[in-house]
């Protein structure tokens, strides 16, 4: 394409809905990207089914420094919007667990719904092509590539957040952010598993493979999911969610029996005269060997007959408010997404362009908005796609 209007960099989630709505109003859009193919992570995502969107959405499912910065976006282009896409191209898809949406078939789907939007209202993309400079020049930008020298109007920067390198995550949003003086809240890995102290997963080593259901809470913050035992440290999504609030330093706590009152429960069994032992009545509830490592062999062989109060109350503590540090998470590597990014309070809300640079616009990942598991991340990077796609 000679003169594109609009230069979107990344074709990912939010680089393609943008480039579709831009391209709908008539604007001349090339997208660029320094992949080989255009949309990896939403190839990967879901298992490579994409949960590609949630039926809740609400602005407490987003972490940011200004948490009221997503509602209006989130609010104009909605789940239901992005659902009828789904519907128009007849794509199969179920619900799970807390309303997350996935495709029956395969995430394929969703990106060639996307890229058929791109063919049909004639967007270009560019793929392989590496940003070398970018300059602001009175009609707009200017970018040298390593596929030739491109002049726009618009500028979108959709590339993205750190995580998984090799899918192509990279600095360059928070580069150019930087470059034209726009502040950039700082960045750690969100949705990622965590890692344990040497003595902690020398202890926990043995379950590795182990998947239980749990409420994980952080502060005032608790997830109710399942956590799975790594051989590194701790996983699953009630692990994935709370990492993305956790500060180094500091506990979880971790409920292994979230559905029950542990304390009233064994006390009744006491009461009935149970001559079994402890172990044998916590067995029905977890795996042996989760038991076998949290609780002493002393403890577990007691009779239920004789287990004192301050026994019951060791067990319920150990089982119902098990305090783990993790001493870091598995980092970019693995992680699902990054927290942290292009401060929202530099960028309209209404039309995701910078407050200071006219022409300059972000979306997705790379703005200081995280969503939880469970669809929200493409949801964003859906509905700040299409706001900024209004206005370029
Ligand atoms: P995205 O990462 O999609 O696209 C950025 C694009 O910019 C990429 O194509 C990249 O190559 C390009 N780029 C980066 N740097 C560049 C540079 N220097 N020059 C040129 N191009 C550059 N979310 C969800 O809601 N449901 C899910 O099921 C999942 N599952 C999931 C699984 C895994 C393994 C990961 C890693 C992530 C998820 N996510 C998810 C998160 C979701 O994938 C993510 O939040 C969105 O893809 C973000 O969309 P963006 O368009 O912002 O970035």
New binding site residues.
Partial sequence: MQNPEVII???????LMCAIESAKRGRKTLV????NK?????L???GGR???TNYTIEAGNFISANPHFCISALSRFTQWDFLAMVEKYRIPFHERLHGQLFCDDSAKDILNMLLDECKHYGVTILLE???QALERTSGGFALQTSKGQFHCQSLVV????L??PK????P?GYKIATQFDLPVKATRAGLVPLTLQDSDKEQLAPLSGIAVASQVSFQQLSFKENLLFTHRGLSGPAILQISSYWQPGSSLSINLLPAIDLLSELKQSRAQGSKLKLQTVLCDLLPKRLLQTLLSEELLDLPMANCADKHLQQVTNSLQNWQVKPNGSEGYRTA??TVGGVDCSAISSKTMESLTVPGLYF????LDVT?WLG?????W?WSSGWCAGQYV
């Fill in positions: 960099i990344g074709a990912g989630a939010s680089g660029i990207d320094h992949a255009a949309g990896k992570k939403i990967m995502s879901g994409c949960n590609f092509c590496t940003l959709a590339s993205g957040g995580s998984i899918m192509g995550g990279s360059l699902e997404v979306i997705g990942e790379v969503g669809g929200y991340n493409f949801q990077a």
